[in-house]
């Protein structure tokens, strides 16, 4: 999903900073961008880092002149988290390091530029068992997309008149390497379908498209609010509040 959404966004017109743990990939992905006549820069982060993050925006400002948008994508599942009798406190706090405290840095930075720039959109990945409970335990993961949704309406809430809109995407389940790893049969494939009303795994694209929504003035009107890009799995098995 993050890869696509760089390529994706700026195949519609943006300057992208390409962000991620792995330098390799990074360029891989500049590289891709600028080859089909994009514009691209990549920086190495670990959003865990305060330090690191306030460089990743930085050079947004350096090379480009500003901030306008901000995706954040990073996020990790431990193949461990499970239960809370079975998930270990490493596992707890890892996740949350990355998932919760990792938005929370990136949204620190990002406002900061975005205020200097006059406004701008930001996108936090969240997942649709923010509004649920997951078919496998994952509680760690559960609880930490639980912050993230409460975070970005917070955020929302306090810089609305400030030129900031904060959403979150809520994609239910899509095929990407971090779903995969769950899936190494068919019977965990179709314990997990059974619960998707259109029967069948999300695509990463039809994800980045609801970024874009939200990264656009097509939803200028629109913040603190939740995109929920679930095939129906809340509509099924949830009441709206």
């Not at 696509?4 to 966004?9: I, K, N, P, S, W």
């Not at 990002?110 to 720039?117: F, G, H, T, Y």
């Amino acid at each position: 999903m993050g890869r696509l959404a760089c390529e994706r966004f700026a195949e519609e017109g943006a300057q992208v900073v390409v962000a991620d743990l792995n330098m390799d990939a990074v360029e891989e992905v500049v590289a891709a961008i600028v080859a089909a006549g994009g514009s691209a820069v990549g920086a190495q982060v670990d959003v865990r880092y305060a330090d690191q993050v306030e460089a990743m925006v930085q050079r947004s400002v350096t090379e480009f002149g500003g901030l306008d948008i901000i995706y954040n994508n990073a996020g990790v599942s431990p193949g461990e988290d499970d239960t809370p009798l079975n998930t270990s406190e490493e596992t707890w706090d890892f996740t949350f390091d990355v998932n919760v405290k990792g938005v929370f840095l990136c949204n620190k930075f990002a406002i900061a530029a975005m205020l200097d720039s006059g406004g701008g959109s930001i996108i936090n990945v969240a997942s649709f068992v923010a509004h649920m409970g997951a078919a496998t335990p994952q509680i760690a993961y559960t609880s930490s997309k639980g912050a993230v949704l409460s975070m970005t309406r917070e955020i929302a809430a306090i810089y609305a008149r400030q030129g900031i809109r904060a959403n979150a995407l809520c994609p239910g389940p899509v095929l990407t390497p971090l779903l995969a790893k769950f899936l190494s049969d068919e019977e965990k494939r179709q314990r997990r379908l059974v619960h998707i009303p259109m029967g069948r795994f999300g695509e990463a694209a039809e994800m980045v498209n609801g970024a874009l929504f939200l990264a656009s003035d097509d939803s200028s009107y629109m913040t603190g609010q939740s995109l929920l890009i679930d095939g129906g799995i809340t509509s099924s098995y949830t009441t709206p509040l």
